[in-house]
């Protein structure tokens, strides 16, 4: 997890950028023989075209907020680093690097870029995220993730004239939300999406952490109405 040491057996420590710098960045650095830590690479907007085989256009812009969070799987072999600024599709959205580790030249390059399905501003995909130890699978926390709730017209959920197919949704808040990715064929697809029985507000997805076949998920500003 966020500038977590590694175990005994992990060689690899990411650190967030602590510099005012609005875009962000990330270093990466390499346990020695003598168990000091050796600088071996720096991602920003300057170097990202250098380290990515996706898309030789994709850029880090000012007030993305890159390297916000980042975690790394149980080999060091597959990290994960947040944008939750970026403007993807929207203003704010977030995004989602995923990198693997290139052995001959001992760099982490992009093989893919994950992002949110929905359809607004200021969602703040990647604000937490977890890569499981097995790399098997990646969680995103969005904390600002709409909720809708179904509302109905008639007695019956639904409506009456076209048996019950019909639904009415208003949104219920910015309650947040988790995203959860799969590993298929070395691509990463979204499976599933968390965001049931949430207060507004309550920034569901602020932090996480996936291990086995377990997904724990902070909710910190949910408020006790009992």
């Known amino acids: 997890s966020l500038n977590e040491d590694p175990s005994d057996n992990d060689n690899w420590l990411q650190v967030g950028d602590s510099t005012t710098t609005p875009s962000g960045k990330i270093f990466v650095y390499k346990k020695t023989a003598y168990d000091s830590y050796e600088f071996v690479q720096m991602i920003n ?20 907020q890159f390297g916000f969070a980042m975690d790394l799987d149980a080999n ?7 944008s939750p600024r970026s403007d993807v599709n929207y203003q704010d959205q977030g995004a989602v690097y995923v990198l693997e580790l290139d052995q ?22 990647g604000f937490a995220v977890s890569v499981s130890p097995d790399s098997s699978k990646i969680a995103v926390g969005a904390r600002n993730t709409k909720t809708p709730f179904p509302i109905s017209f008639d007695i019956l959920e639904g409506t009456t004239f076209d048996n019950a197919r019909t639904r009415f949704y208003i949104e219920q808040g910015f309650t947040g939300g988790v995203y959860v990715f799969d590993n298929k064929d070395q691509i990463y697809f979204l499976t599933e999406k968390l965001d049931s029985n949430l207060q507004a507000d309550e920034s569901f997805g602020h932090s996480i952490d996936c291990v086995g076949t377990k997904l724990l998920v902070g909710s910190p500003y949910f408020k006790n109405t009992v």
Do not use: C
């Open 45 to 64: 907007a300057g170097t990202l075209s250098s380290f990515t085989d996706i898309d030789s256009g994709l850029v880090i812009s000012t007030g993305d």
């Open 76 to 82: 060091g072999n597959t990290l994960v680093v947040s």
């Open 104 to 125: 001959p030249t001992t760099e982490f390059r992009v093989k893919q870029r994950l992002q949110s399905y929905e359809i607004y501003a200021d969602e703040y995909f």
